[in-house]
């Protein structure tokens, strides 16, 4: 993975360390460097990761700041639709959070300035994880309409990853990817459809009627807009495969966006391991 953008201080201290199993790096102003490595977070020290808290690596504003312009090749300007909504996607599909000050104009976020806090999502391609998942989403030759649930982190997005590559060999028809926020780097399958860096609104709706596809994949349902085009899309005959940000069953039925629509939901285990299943309901929330 490239870390070009990086300062040579953290670049070198990385190459030290064991990336298949870091998830997360967070970087704060004038704080020490962490990593996720898997459910365990440690130090970046100049030898590689390290639970003393004396070696840990820090960065500064101007390491923050030097960072962004990096990976915005110096215009910050040019991805700021991204960054008004709290992170920057880069190469291999890594997602880069940001924590500063917003900025309002007539009631809008329109940017975020005096950024502080990066941290970098880095996705792990993980064949296979979603083997326990798949036999109750595609059985008898038809696929459930399937939501995934869990808290931030768990590895929802690396499932509906290996999901769409299982159902490309199925040849069941065209499966379209709404990749919003370019986090399916990596995805390939021979009727594998991708649409990205656009809302799911826009997507669904142009991707229904130019691609036809048999499933859609797509990550994240968070607003009421969201869940339109997923009831949009069932009703139009498309199944739709999805992930949704909740701690249990409950908690997805308080959200105020809630449609029922799923004829399985998953619930993940937060062992830390993509694919670790907790309970799987179906469409009337019985426990399978």
Known sequence: MN???????????????????????????????????DTEYLYLGENGATKNFGQALRTNICDI????????????????????????????????????ECVYDNGQVVT??????????IPH?????????????????KVCDT????????????????????????NLGAILVVDERSEFCGVVGENIDIIKNCSKSYAFDYGIRSMSPKVIITDELSTKSDWECVKKAVTCGVNVIASCHADSVEDLINKHEFCK??????ILNSNGKAGKVKNIYDGDFNLL
């Open 3 to 37: 870390f070009e953008f990086f300062p040579d201080f953290i670049k070198s201290a990385l190459a030290k360390v064991n990336m298949d199993k870091v998830s997360e790096i967070r970087l704060r102003a004038n704080n020490p460097v962490i990593l996720k490595s």
């Open 65 to 100: 700041e030097d960072i962004l312009l990096r990976v915005t090749e110096r215009s910050v300007y040019a991805y700021n639709e991204s960054i008004k909504q709290g992170f920057i996607t880069i190469n291999e599909g890594v997602r880069i959070g940001l924590a500063g």
């Open 112 to 121: 975020i300035k005096n950024i502080t806090s990066l941290n970098l999502r």
């Open 125 to 141: 391609k993980v064949e296979g994880c979603a083997n326990e998942i798949y036999k109750h989403v595609y059985f008898d030759g």
């Open 147 to 170: 939501l995934i649930i869990s808290a931030p982190s768990y590895g929802k997005t690396t499932i509906l990853k290996d999901l769409a590559e299982k159902l490309s060999k199925e």
């Open 261 to 266: 629509v799923f004829s399985r939901y998953v």
